[in-house]
């Protein structure tokens, strides 16, 4: 039968019922970020509260009772009801070694709604994947789910739940597995660091705001003055131009993220920047960060100000190590890095959402109390058209009245012609005007087509270009392994993510998932992904059960992943091998925009 | 009077030409497309790739022959470079049935709980108090709507009170489709409570988002008696700061027939322009001050006789839930 959790440091007994995790979550505050003008949240309430210092527990058991449940959380000063696995937030880090077989009793004691676990990257059969209504029925109240599943993998990984809102509400942790053989690098000592978003209103709330009014938090559009003063600058010709590309798009260039820091608090392994979570390390060791980003619609730039980062694996496999200063997380990626921590006692971890409206931060220091200075937050960063992939010759925004025209010929739909530009370099020459599926023409709920997308693998991205930095790319990081597959895709199929940010809602090639039909793949065979981005957002992109094998410009294997994040205006390959039979989800990771129908069904069958 | 009219109706007819014609240049747009098949399609590896690769790759030759080799060449004969095999470096298992059992188990119908596709919003953008020069009173303008991202149940109202009594009232129930990502098409009823008595109205209409961000509709009403109306409203936010906002506004409605028993003349017969000036405390909420002016037109004025022409101050709250 199941055994019962052994209490770690932190953990608390099984819920049955609500209870606070106040303690354990440790209630905070968006410190600092009153000056930007967000609300500022009971700084004296959260200040006061009493905080447990670290991670949460640490379950190494292989046969381990999960009890989701209702928790009440504080992190803004108001107490709210969360979901909880064994009543911490985030859930238990789960940690095993390769080659283990596990067995988890999970059970649901929310009492009226039905849950599920997803372990995310974890290669697994389908019955034990954790997505209702396409690979198991779920966990209704009352019901106990015993996933038992192998561990053919090692690395850094998380699982989260796969309904409706849940993980929203909380319910996410992280999962590492031990290698069979000694890693390819050394270090004395680790920190898993989870990054989430947190918000007091009910998710199901928030997604039903999102689709009455998407633009609720974008408090960072152009405004009159703004216009003036690019007038002045640039010129009335060049400003009223730009507003005009931008105004008959019916688009605003600050259209960052959907949801930032009006409505969530960013957390560090469930504790807020005024919690000063803090990692411990001894001045000379290697200490290796586990970074997650467990956020539901949440981008981090992460840095430590003060100190290199060596990334060696990204979503839990090996890298040829990378030294960077800072990395951009996207939802559901996870990044190892190393660290060599000396000559201070405390290092910020600073991660800033990529809109620049809040951060998560901790501290890495020698004792626990310290801190050390949090920066300033960059400057904000607004879209530009070749950012969409608009092309419009070279780059350039400033535009001109010929400019205008091919950019409004692309955005109404048409193709504009493709002018090729290496404006990003790095051997990237495959700029293309994407040839749009037919379902996207004349559909209401595609707002946008890019006209000239590229890979763009070595572009750190908006707002941390030319920031003086070393940023990490996709085009920096090669699998420490050969193409572990080996064959050359036999077919490919083309997939556009499309949207209307309005109405908010989200679809590959214009069809949303409510009335999409399953991709089918063939057991065994060796495809290719071609996913082209027709939104101005950014879109981490998950496919279940078996790997996405990054391919660099040139079409070749490059860097194996379990969440492909696709920019605006990009075109990225990969390679998929269909080894493992069932129905898989495949999907978006910000989660409403799964929600709001970015998802699809891909079934592998003999 | 009557010479003042030219201006605001090409004003007004220039507006109800441009609004469809928005909808149908954007339609135009989209035939230029290319249309390949959808997705899931099997391409010839060499459809796509060849043409982008082969420029900067000529040099690789090792590469492209990985590349270009499908299946028509002998790699038994390669021993050269490292073509790309065509079994798997990591042997694909053999399915057993067990793994086909674990791989399709059976899934109860509903098991997977979808976000509502169903949502609303009741937007109340013009709930206020007005001051002019022949007395004071109230007005109102909302609309809502329930429904998915294609189809949706549009209710809209609006009404007039001066010196404590109801000049005008109506309510609007409307069929609308999204026709493009921009333009929903309205089909309905409108019932009028005043002025005299009601009256019910069938309703066409368009209603969308013009480029450059002007929120735009324009209303054809055909009434009892044979009496058509359009009514056509443009607004525009222009933003002070990020809460301070100025809305312009311009409604104007024209009629077929002369009616004077309901005060309406034809040809065009009102416009109003207003200037709202309004500060979003937070997103749903957001009172405003602002100035309308109202002019009536040809009979229609001669029918309002003092009302004929006013300018007003507003004072009153936006909100939706």
């Known amino acids: 039968m199941s055994t019962r959790i052994p209490p770690g440091p932190g953990a608390v007994p099984m819920p049955s019922r609500r209870l606070f995790v106040q303690g354990i979550a440790a209630g905070g505050v968006v410190a600092g970020i009153a000056a930007a003008g967000i609300p500022q949240r009971a700084l004296a309430a959260a200040s006061a509260t009493p905080r447990l210092a670290g991670a949460p527990s640490v379950i190494s058991d292989t046969r381990v009772e999960l009890a989701i449940g209702e928790s009440l959380a504080n992190f803004t000063g108001r107490t709210r009801p969360a979901i909880t696995v064994n009543g911490s937030l985030p859930a238990p880090i789960l940690r095993w070694r390769e080659g283990q077989t596990v067995d988890l009793f999970v059970r649901n004691t929310l009492g009226q709604h039905p849950t599920s676990i997803h372990w995310h990257g974890i290669l697994l059969p389908a019955n034990m994947d954790g997505v209702p209504g396409l690979t198991f029925n779920g966990i209704g109240p009352g019901e106990t789910y015993h996933y038992h599943f192998d561990l053919k993998q090692s690395g850094t990984y998380w699982y989260h739940s796969h309904s409706l809102f849940q993980e929203q509400a909380g319910l996410y942790g992280a999962l590492i597995i031990d290698p069979a053989e000694p890693a390819p690098y050394r270090h004395d000592r680790e920190h898993v660091i989870m990054l989430s978003d947190w918000t007091d209103m009910d998710p199901g709330a928030l997604f039903r705001r999102m689709k009455k009014l998407a633009e609720h938090d974008n408090y960072y559009k152009r405004t009159l003055p703004d216009f003036l003063r690019d007038a002045r600058r640039d010129g009335w010709s060049a400003a009223l131009s730009d507003r005009g590309m931008w105004g008959r798009m019916r688009m605003t260039p600050s259209d960052i993220s959907d949801i930032n820091a009006h409505t969530y608090t960013y957390l560090m392994n469930g504790t807020a920047p005024a919690g000063n979570w803090t990692g411990l390390f001894r001045s000379g060791e290697k200490v290796l960060l586990r970074f997650i980003n467990g956020a539901s619609m949440t981008y981090f730039d992460v840095r430590i100000p003060g100190l290199k980062m060596t990334v060696v694996a990204a979503d839990g496999q090996y890298i040829h190590p990378v030294s960077i200063d800072e990395f951009r997380i996207a939802p559901a990626e996870t990044y190892d890095v190393l660290v060599e921590p000396t000559g201070q006692d405390a290092f910020t971890i600073f991660c800033q959402d990529m809109g620049r409206t809040g951060y998560a931060a901790g501290t890495l220091a020698v004792r626990h109390g310290l801190q050390a200075p949090i920066p300033a937050r960059d400057p904000r960063p607004l879209l530009t058209m070749s950012d969409m992939g608009h092309d419009m010759g070279g780059g350039g925004h400033g535009g001109h009245g010929g400019h205008d025209m091919a950019a409004m010929k692309g955005m109404e739909g048409g193709c504009g012609a493709s002018m090729g530009h290496g404006a990003h370099g790095g051997g990237e020459t495959a700029s293309k005007a994407p040839k749009h599926p037919a379902s996207e023409r004349n559909n209401p709920l595609v707002d946008m087509q890019s006209s000239a997308t590229e890979p763009k693998l070595d572009d750190p991205g908006i707002g941390l270009r030319d920031n003086g930095r070393q940023v990490l790319t996709y085009g920096a990081m090669r699998s420490l392994f050969e193409d572990p597959d080996g064959r050359e895709p036999g077919r490919e199929i083309e997939l556009h993510l499309t949207g209307h940010m309005e109405k908010f809602s989200w679809s590959f090639d214009g069809i949303p998932f409510a009335g999409a039909e399953p991709l089918r793949l063939n057991y065994g065979e060796r495809m290719r992904i071609v996913l082209v981005n027709d939104t101005m957002m950014q879109h981490p992109i998950h496919l279940h059960g078996v790997w996405s094998d990054l391919e660099n410009a040139q079409g070749e294997f490059q860097l194996r992943k379990h969440t492909i994040d696709m920019p605006p205006g990009t075109r990225r390959t990969y390679r998929v091998r269909a080894d493992a039979l069932g129905r898989w989800a495949y999907h978006c990771h910000l989660l409403y925009h799964m929600e709001a129908g970015m998802m699809r069904e891909v079934r592998i069958e003999e | ?321």
């Open chain 2, 1 to 321: 009077m009557s010479r003042s009219l030219l201006a605001p109706s090409l004003l007004t007819v220039g507006l109800l030409a441009a609004l469809p014609s928005f909808a149908q240049s954007h339609a135009g747009h989209d035939m230029t497309a290319a249309s390949p098949p959808a997705d899931a399609t099997p391409a010839p590896a060499a459809d796509v790739d060849h043409s982008k690769m082969d420029h900067s790759k000529m040099d690789h030759g090792a590469m492209d022959h990985s590349k270009m080799d499908h299946g028509a060449m002998d790699h038994s004969t390669m021993g050269h470079d490292t073509p790309a095999p065509t079994q798997p470096r990591e042997p694909i298992p053999v399915p057993t049935d067990a793994d086909r059992a674990a791989a399709f188990p059976p899934i109860a119908h509903g098991a997977m709980e979808h976000a509502p596709e169903i949502h609303s919003l009741l937007l109340i953008d013009r709930l206020e108090h007005w001051d002019g020069k022949n007395g004071n009173g109230q007005a109102w303008e909302a609309s809502g709507w329930i429904g998915g991202n294609i189809n949706r149940l549009w209710l809209r109202t609006d009404g007039e009170r001066s010196e404590g009594r109801t000049e005008s009232s109506g309510v609007e129930a409307l069929y609308g489709r999204a026709i493009s990502p921009w333009w929903d098409v309205l089909v309905g009823v409108r019932q009028d409570f005043r002025p005299a008595d009601s009256r019910t109205w069938a309703a066409i209409g368009i209603q969308g988002l013009a480029p450059y961000k002007f929120e735009s509709s324009a209303t054809l009403y055909a009434g009892s008696g044979g009496q058509l109306m359009v009514k056509a409203e443009i607004e525009y936010d222009v933003l002070l700061t990020n809460r301070l906002i100025l809305q312009p506004l311009l409604e104007a409605t024209v009629a077929s027939k002369d009616e004077p028993e309901h005060g309406i003349g034809r040809g065009l017969n009102k416009v109003e322009a207003g200037l709202r000036l309004r500060y979003e405390f937070n997103r749903r909420f957001a009172p405003y001050i602002g100035i309308s002016h109202e002019r009536a037109f040809g009979d229609t004025a001669d029918y309002a006789g003092d009302h004929a022409r006013d300018t007003r101050w507003v004072a009153g709250i936006r909100m939706w839930f």
